[in-house]
């Protein structure tokens, strides 16, 4: 069973249904195995947004007249509320996100299911850049993603080139005096840069496992990700099993919308088989 993103997920869920001999072994690639940090992002923006709005609606009917029991009152029944639809919302809109954000039930049930087949998964890190030392990952997705006639190497390098020529840019306008320019430029460069980290922030946040790869001996930390699947979290689980492999892409591997047509991605894929599964070429 192969499967990429969500359908790793998909592929582990009906492993464990059918179970051997039907399923001999299961291979992942992009998935979030750990869960998905956006999804963790996303619930608690959603309510935090919720919250601070019931708050609003409180303070404008009650003002500081906390004390007052019925304005108490209105402030738990409204909080409990909204807390209820939001839960709601999340499950009917994106029912997905419910299950796969960091700690949720589904993925510590998931993770906890015995699993007798082999398994391995294969994960990918998108390259920093040259001078700014940025991995420029959403930029790599907008051009995986199928919209521009560009790929992500190419929206890579754009970004990296145009981060450094505003840059450029910026120090010659300081040194001719032309002040508006240079905040112009700085607005663009720093605002790339911002772009860039907030969103490896939303999808890649730091804290997470910083487990050293035994195969490698490779260091992940909260800057590894394929720019929407951070780094621990595409690793199978439970490594200390020897029926348990992985297979990083080290460098400059594809983006999380470019894994499924990278050749990296298929000379990995055709490692894990041959070298894991015992699946030999015809």
């Known amino acids: ?161 145009a981060h450094l020529l505003f840059f450029a840019d910026y120090l010659i306008s300081l040194g001719a005096g032309e002040f508006d320019r240079a905040d112009f430029d700085h607005a663009v460069w720093t605002g790339m840069e911002q772009m860039d980290a907030s969103w490896n922030y939303i999808t890649s946040p730091p804290g997470g496992s910083h487990a050293t790869d035994a195969d490698g001996g490779f260091q992940y930390n909260y800057e590894h990700t394929d720019g929407f699947i951070t780094g621990w979290s595409q690793e199978y689980p439970h490594p200390e099993d020897p029926n348990v492999r992985r297979f990083p892409i080290l460098g400059a591997g594809p983006s999380h919308l470019g894994e499924t047509t990278s050749f990296k991605t298929s000379d990995q894929v055709l490692a894990a088989l041959r070298n894991h599964f015992n699946v030999h070429d015809r």
Do not use: K
């Not at 869960?35 to 500081?64: E, K, Q």
């Open 1 to 161: 069973m192969v499967g990429h993103s969500q359908g790793g997920i998909v592929g582990r869920r009906l492993a464990h249904m059918l179970g051997s001999p039907i399923i001999s072994g299961v291979l992942t690639i992009g998935t979030p195995n750990g869960g998905a940090p956006i999804s963790n992002w996303l619930r608690d923006y959603l309510r935090n947004t919720m919250s601070n709005l019931t708050a609003g609606y409180t303070w404008a009917l009650c003002g500081p007249r906390y004390d007052y029991t019925a304005c108490a009152l209105f402030s738990w029944v409204t909080s409990d509320a909204i807390a209820r639809i939001t839960t709601y919302a999340e499950n009917e809109a994106v029912p997905v996100g419910e299950d796969l954000y960091v700690g949720s039930p589904f993925i510590t049930d998931l993770n906890a299911f015995p699993e007798t087949f082999r398994r391995a998964s294969i994960q990918s890190y998108v390259p920093r850049g040259w001078f700014s030392s940025r991995n420029w990952s959403f930029f790599r997705l907008i051009g995986d993603d199928g919209v521009l006639p560009v790929n992500g190497d190419d929206m890579f390098v754009l970004a990296e080139g």
